[in-house]
């Protein structure tokens, strides 16, 4: 079992940045993925970003290419997301997941068997 714990959303003004984190506890030894996702009033689960263990192979979806970062400290388990440049339209629950699948990160939701609780990031124009 894994158990993930986001942090750090909240309101930001457009043009502002936030910084996600997400830590994971449990079963984080071996290769992994880590990924972020949002989901808006009434949408699905979006990909934004996703990230191995290593920190060598990234995706971005391209909505957030250029104005988010995605990173990860694999010693301390701990994945971060850096959104600058905010949009009213990033205005989402930001979940983050984990996959044990040896790869390169994937941009399916139904890939990731571990989810945080989601925090939600409200952007105002």
């Known amino acids: 079992q894994v158990q993930l714990v986001e942090s750090g959303g909240g309101l930001a003004q457009a043009g502002g940045a936030l910084r996600l984190s997400c830590a994971a506890s449990?079963?984080?030894?071996?290769?992994?993925?880590m990924g972020w996702f949002r989901q808006a009033p009434g949408g699905e689960r979006d990909f934004v970003a996703a990230?191995?263990?290593?920190?060598?192979?990234?995706d971005y979806a391209d909505p957030v290419k250029g104005r988010f970062t995605i990173s990860i400290d694999g010693a301390k388990n701990t994945l971060y997301l850096q959104m600058n440049s905010l949009k009213p339209e990033d205005t989402a629950v930001y979940y983050c997941?984990?996959?044990?699948?040896?790869?390169?990160?994937?941009?399916?939701?139904?890939?990731?068997?571990?989810w945080g609780q989601g925090t939600q990031v409200t952007v105002s124009s």
């Open positions: 990230i191995t263990k290593n920190g060598r192979n990234s």
């Open positions: 997941a984990v996959d044990f699948r040896v790869g390169l990160p994937s941009r399916s939701p139904h890939e990731y068997p571990y």
């Open positions: 449990g079963r984080t030894f071996g290769s992994y993925c």
